[in-house]
């Protein structure tokens, strides 16, 4: 940058640029000082680098201060690499428009929200199939990633339990294994999507390829800065360094990725015009229905049938595009569907919120916390249909295969069941880095709960709940195939917890408080190829 500066100097262009006279014969860093820089995509393999430069030039009424853009286009190849060029240099008033262009992250990954996304999924579409927004039947996955130039195949990868799919931008090799076989090196060609058939069987495969063309699409320039060739970080070189406690903030351009690839493969799945004219439609022939959980069932299942897809992967898509009620829709808990429900909008405003809680979680409290566990053990709540409800006849009842909830109480969760709050951190950075790029939420997403009384917090407000739960995989099932009902919590302390049925230890501890001196050490974000493992204090507080 100083040459071309200097460059500019001993040509004269500099001075027609700032449009005033200087005295000054070198242009250092005595003089000139590089303000920052702000980056624009140009497509997913070119962009543009303003970097804003402030000049004090000498002048013969005093030093004056110029302030312009130096504008590099930057620009990569198959191989990977990036080249750059400054094409220009310019005053801050002659700055140019790149208001159509994608603002970028200092890690090149585009600053977009989630209507953003919804837009951009759309846009693929539209541009590498024709035709595919108005009729389902022509958006593929599999044509979709052709037509975007990748391949895909499917391979059993060895030693990648937690990795459903990964990206390959250039030739490389992986290793592969099934039922425990001696592993075995598989040349990969550049732009492949692996699908890991250990943990994805390949009629289930659609998200993840949705995925990863969304990677290959906004996020290759972050690839090529990093000098990955695939997103299989787990063959990454880092170093680990510690973040800050405190309650600071960090960036972690993984996380923010990954939220993306996330967001425009449901984007690409269920596009967000046609799925709100779906939602219209099947609205128009609903049966009756008692509450709003019951109207998005019936929504969410006319969906599902239709489109041949899981109901999971509709409610999640009904409630982004801003149908809160759909969180009391096809709710699945111990891998069963529950009721429906509804409740207050405002109880369930955030994201992380829930009203629900499966056997095992519950059971994990149970275990581990001596106030929940008293608050159980009084009699006074219930574990009934994937909730936790006070224990009292307008609120439970009994069934043939379990307790349930009362009509009033389905209406009114609310009011009657325990909400708790989901915190969605990495694990396991000692076996995955960038745990979060190679896409699969049941491994790298743990969930802790945090207990809060929406009903009486003089009663429990001393309860606090912590645990890590691993998410699982909901399939579907009937509610009757249940097994056996749930009875009361009983009055006295029981040696074994009255939810999931195993023993329990009075002395239990949380095993991460254990082995870290009273300290949870979780998370991990990455700066430039650096990777972090956070040490951050075990909530153990009420909201």
């Known amino acids: 940058m100083y040459s071309f500066l200097n460059n500019s100097l001993r040509s004269g262009q500099l001075e027609k640029i700032v449009g005033f006279s200087f005295t000054n014969r070198k242009i250092n860093r005595e003089v000139c000082t590089f303000r920052g820089v702000n980056f624009w995509r140009i497509d997913h393999l070119n962009f543009w680098a303003d970097v804003h430069v402030s000049l004090l030039l000498s002048t013969a009424s005093g030093l004056r201060e110029w302030r312009g853009y130096l504008c590099f286009w930057f620009s990569t190849g198959r191989s990977g690499s990036l080249t750059g060029t400054i094409e220009e240099l310019t005053s801050e008033e002659d700055a140019p428009d790149r208001e159509d262009m994608a603002l970028l992250s200092p890690y090149l990954i585009p600053y977009f929200t989630s209507a953003k996304m919804d837009a951009e999924a759309e846009n693929l579409w539209k541009t590498y199939i024709p035709g595919s ?19 895909i195949v499917h391979l059993p990868l060895y030693e990648h339990k937690g990795v459903n799919s990964v990206l390959f931008l ?24 692996v699908i890991n058939t250990n943990n994805v069987k390949k009629e289930y495969s659609d998200f993840n390829i949705f995925h990863e063309c969304v990677h290959y699409c906004e996020h290759y320039l972050f690839f090529c800065l990093q000098e990955m060739h695939h997103n299989d970080l787990l063959r990454m070189k880092t170093r680990e360094i510690e973040i800050p406690e405190a309650g600071e903030k960090v960036s972690n351009p993984v996380y923010w990725m990954e939220k993306q690839a996330n967001r425009g493969a449901y984007g690409l799945m269920m596009p967000m015009r046609f799925m709100r004219g779906l939602m219209a439609e099947k609205s128009q022939s609903l049966r009756r229905y008692a509450h709003e959980g019951e109207k998005y069932e019936q929504i969410g299942l006319a969906i599902a049938e239709e489109l041949g897809l899981p109901h999971f992967r509709v409610r999640a898509r009904m409630i982004q595009l801003g149908h809160i009620h759909a969180k ?15 409740f207050d909008e405002e109880s369930l405003r955030q994201s992380e919120h829930t009203f629900n809680i499966d056997r095992l979680t519950a059971g994990d409290l149970y275990e581990k916390n001596a106030g929940f ?62 745990g979060q790029m190679n896409y699969d939420p049941d491994y790298v997403e743990q969930t802790m709960f945090y207990l809060e009384d929406l009903i009486n917090e003089k009663e429990l407000d001393e ?14 099932g009937s509610r009757k195939e249940a097994g056996a009902g749930f009875s009361a919590f009983p009055r006295s302390s029981p040696s074994c917890c009255p ?27 990455t700066q430039m190829g650096v990777l972090a493992r956070g040490r951050r204090r075990a909530s153990m507080c009420l909201q």
């Open 133 to 151: 927004l108005i009729d389902p039947e022509l958006r593929k996955a599999q044509d979709l990633a052709r037509a975007m130039g990748l391949s």
């Open 373 to 434: 566990r008293e608050a159980l053990d009084s009699g006074k709540f219930i574990y009934a249909d994937g909730h936790i409800v006070r224990n009292e006849p307008r609120f439970v009842e009994q069934a043939p295969w379990g307790h349930m909830l009362t009509p009033w109480a389905i209406r009114h969760v609310d009011q009657c069941c325990l909400r708790f709050t989901r915190i969605y951190e990495q694990e396991n950075v000692g076996r995955y880095v960038f």
């Open 170 to 193: 250039i030739d490389d090799c992986a290793l592969v294994s099934e039922n425990g076989a001696p592993p075995v090196e598989v040349r990969i060609p550049a732009n492949t999507i």
């Open 328 to 342: 009391g829709a096809l709710n699945y808990v111990d891998r069963y569907r529950i009721q429906p429900y509804s």
């Open 499 to 525: 939810i999931s049925g195993r023993s329990i230890s009075r002395t239990s501890t949380c095993a991460l408080l254990r082995n870290s001196g009273g300290r949870c050490c979780k998370g991990l974000w």
């Open 463 to 476: 309860i606090e709940a912590e645990l890590q739960y691993p998410m699982k995989s909901q399939t579907h």
